[in-house]
């Protein structure tokens, strides 16, 4: 079946710190991929994605490249700020175009960013 | 424009119990998905609804059920719960030929 994995966390970072959270994912044919962002007792927010190999999504300075070859979904950003921390989620989504499907999620990666 | 909304905020509730969640979709989205979320994980998809059909379904038991209304908006149904059902539970919903799902604020809970 579907499945996401996410780099082991947490991550703590000084502010301005280069960012990279590493997402991989097993799966038939080509989903869509996503990053979701969840602030503390809030829900999911999407924060970017990417339908077909090789698009970037781009989002608040956060970028990430679907890499059919590597099957990863690697989330960037060059310097982060303090109000970057939050629980990051990678996720995939078949049946892309359509309402239908359900979101595969990882385990979901802790960032905590110092002043 | 009103975002996903689920209700209640936060519910406790004792084993073999039974509880009712509520989830109205963003205007304009007529699927809906909800979600468990354990602490310290991902969420895991519970079951998706379509035109008041469930369309879809996780590795979730009948414990679990649900229902869509004419208006879009969605119940999910727990029956006999368990300590283990204690998470939150997200709803999202999605537009017609969108694969976004966007995502309410969750309802917590919590089972003594």
């Known amino acids: 079946g579907d499945s996401v994995t996410q780099m082991e966390g947490p991550v703590t970072l000084s502010e301005e710190a280069f960012l990279t959270i590493n997402c991989t994912y097993t799966?038939?044919?080509?989903?869509?991929l996503f990053w979701y962002v969840q602030y503390p007792g809030e829900g999911l927010q999407l924060l970017l994605k990417?339908?077909?190999?090789?698009d970037k999504g781009s989002n608040k300075g956060f970028e990430a490249t679907y890499r059919k070859e590597t099957t990863s979904f690697h989330l960037e950003k060059g310097s982060v700020q303090v109000s970057d921390s939050a629980v990051y989620f990678c996720?995939?989504?078949?049946?892309?175009?359509?309402?239908?499907?359900?979101?595969?999620f990882g385990q979901g990666t802790i960032l905590t960013v110092h002043p | 424009d009103a975002g996903v909304t689920q209700s209640p905020t936060h519910l406790i509730k004792t084993r073999g119990q039974q509880v009712t969640l509520r989830c109205s979709p963003k205007?304009?989205?007529?699927?809906v998905s909800w979600y468990q979320q354990a602490l310290g994980q991902g969420p895991q998809f519970i079951f998706q609804?379509?035109?008041?059909?469930?369309?879809q379904r996780g590795n979730f038991p009948d414990r679990f059920s649900g229902h869509q209304f004419p208006n879009y908006s969605s119940e999910l149904n727990v029956n006999a719960l368990l300590l283990g059902d204690s998470a939150l539970y997200l709803c999202?919903?999605?537009?017609?030929?969108?694969?976004?799902?966007?995502f309410g604020p969750g309802t917590r809970l919590t089972v003594l």
């Open positions: 996720a995939l989504k078949r049946a892309g175009g359509t309402s239908y499907g359900k979101l595969t």
């Open positions: 990417a339908t077909k190999a090789d």
């Open positions: 205007s304009g989205h007529d699927t």
């Open positions: 609804y379509y035109e008041e059909e469930e369309r």
């Open positions: 799966a038939t044919g080509y989903p869509s």
């Open positions: 999202a919903s999605s537009s017609p030929g969108v694969n976004e799902q966007f």
